[in-house]
């Protein structure tokens, strides 16, 4: 069956640090991968989306991930973190008429 | 463009009433909508896919007489939570995928139903 395993529930980063966020999927073929971040009351904004082809994605807002086969990750990347990226951030997998989810991870941005 | 909009956003119904939540998606064709329900602090946990003009397929655990999805149109998408209890209570997301093609999933605001 297929899953979505964010291992970090929370995270806390200074502003202006960088930034990564976990992701590992199972499934038995090449997915679909995506990142979603949903702020506060809201419902979900799409940063970025792995079909094929180049490993290293780029997405909205300066987010960046990296699919490696080999580990079953899709780890989200940001150079440097802005207070407005405080948001929960998820991992989904996408894959016929299926679209799951990760259980989410939440950042903190500080001063 | 891939715009989808969900109606209401907000509701508070009393306990044992029935309410509707509207899932459009404005600007393409959706032959794919999933409802997800969202608790506080936690993921998002996908409760049907609905599919236009057949019958949506539920999750394990979900009851399918207490949510009751049509799929009516390539545009619209209901859930109807019947007979709410205070437990239903939450965030209810919608989302769509385009009918061919793209296959990432577009999300409405979500609607917080309270149950009072």
């Known amino acids: 069956a297929q899953s979505v395993t964010q291992p970090d529930i929370h995270i806390t980063v200074s502003e202006g640090a960088s930034l990564e966020l976990r992701c590992n999927y199972s499934y038995g073929a090449t997915p679909y991968l995506f990142w979603y971040v949903q702020s506060p009351g809201q419902g979900l904004q799409l940063l970025l989306k792995y079909f094929s082809g180049d490993t290293l994605v780029q997405g909205i807002k300066g987010f960046e991930a990296e699919f490696k086969r080999s580990q079953s990750s899709f780890n989200l990347r940001k150079p440097s973190v802005h207070w407005s990226d405080a948001a929960e951030y998820f991992c989904a997998v996408g894959a016929r008429n299926q679209f799951y989810f990760g259980t989410g991870t939440s950042l903190t941005v500080i001063p | 463009g891939a715009v989808v909009s969900q109606h209401p956003s907000r509701v508070i119904c009393k306990s044992g009433t029935s309410v509707k939540i509207e899932c459009r998606s404005l600007d393409f064709q959706a032959t794919t909508m999933f409802w997800y329900r969202q608790f506080p602090k936690k993921s998002l946990m996908l409760m049907a896919t609905s599919n236009e003009g057949s019958k949506a397929t539920y999750e394990q655990g979900v009851e399918k007489d207490k949510f009751l999805i049509n799929h009516a149109s390539l545009t619209l998408s209901t859930l109807t939570v019947t007979s709410a209890h205070p437990e239903d209570s939450s965030f209810y997301i919608c989302?769509?995928?385009?009918?061919?093609?793209?296959?990432?999933?577009?999300f409405g605001q979500g609607t917080r139903l309270t149950v009072v």
């Open positions: 989302s769509a995928r385009f009918t061919t093609g793209r296959t990432e999933a577009f």
